[in-house]
T-cell receptor, first 112, second 109 residues
């Protein structure tokens, strides 16, 4: 596609539920990143994929968070047993490693 | 980890110039990026510096001093559409970006 696409744009869920957030990167980009942005803050790194493998998942806050990229293109960020503190905008970016990262518009997650 | 500081807010008049400063402390520095983010939208790439000096792109310029851990973004001939948050980000190593909290610029008529 022309840009990084993220779905859904908004997700409202209840505490304790499971959610999946999807990212479709720019075609051909080998690297994919997930960031989380809280109100009034800059994006914070969560996880980085090179191809199908998670090369760095050091930013995932705990084991309720997991992400996959099974075919080296689309990625899904999965959050189990959501908590109110998980509410934020989840941003996805892609690039050729070492190049400029291009961001999607994000998924705004609200946990009630 | 990285420590990236930038002012929280700045206000300027349409047609004027605004300079947004960013200071950072990092190991393995491999580039400094500026992104623009309008409310509810994706961060959009503005500029990239990896060597010392000034990079100019139209109305936007960015400067880097690696020895001082300092960068600035200069916005000239401000327009109302330039009202947005401006994010300073540092890359350490090959990939990970660490962002400052962003500077909200308000352009007034």
């Amino acid at each position: 596609g022309a840009g990084v696409s993220q779905t859904p744009s908004n997700k409202v869920t209840e505490k304790g539920k499971y959610v999946e957030l999807r990212c479709d990167p720019i075609s051909g980009h080998t690297a994919l990143y997930w960031y989380r942005q809280s109100l009034g803050q800059g994006p914070e790194f969560l996880i980085y994929f090179q191809g199908t493998g998670a090369a760095d998942d050091s930013g995932l806050p705990n084991d309720r968070f997991f992400a996959v990229r099974p075919e080296g293109s689309v990625s899904t960020l999965k959050i189990q047993r959501t908590e109110r503190g998980d509410s934020a905008v989840y941003l996805c970016a892609s690039d050729f490693v070492g190049d400029i990262q291009y961001f999607g518009a994000g998924t705004r997650l609200s946990v009630l | 980890g990285q420590n990236i500081d930038q002012p929280t807010e700045m206000t300027a008049t349409e047609g004027a110039i605004v300079q947004i400063n960013c200071t950072y402390q990092t190991s393995g520095f491999n580039g400094l990026f500026w992104y623009q983010q309008h409310a509810g939208e994706a961060p959009t790439f503005l500029s990239y510096n990896v060597l010392d000096g000034l990079e100019e792109k139209g109305r936007f310029s960015s400067f880097l001093s690696r020895s001082k851990g300092y960068s600035y973004l200069l916005l000239k001939e401000l327009q109302m559409k330039d009202s947005a948050s401006y994010l300073c980000a540092v890359r350490a190593g090959d990939y990970k970006l660490s962002f400052g909290a962003g500077t909200t610029v308000t352009v007034r008529a």
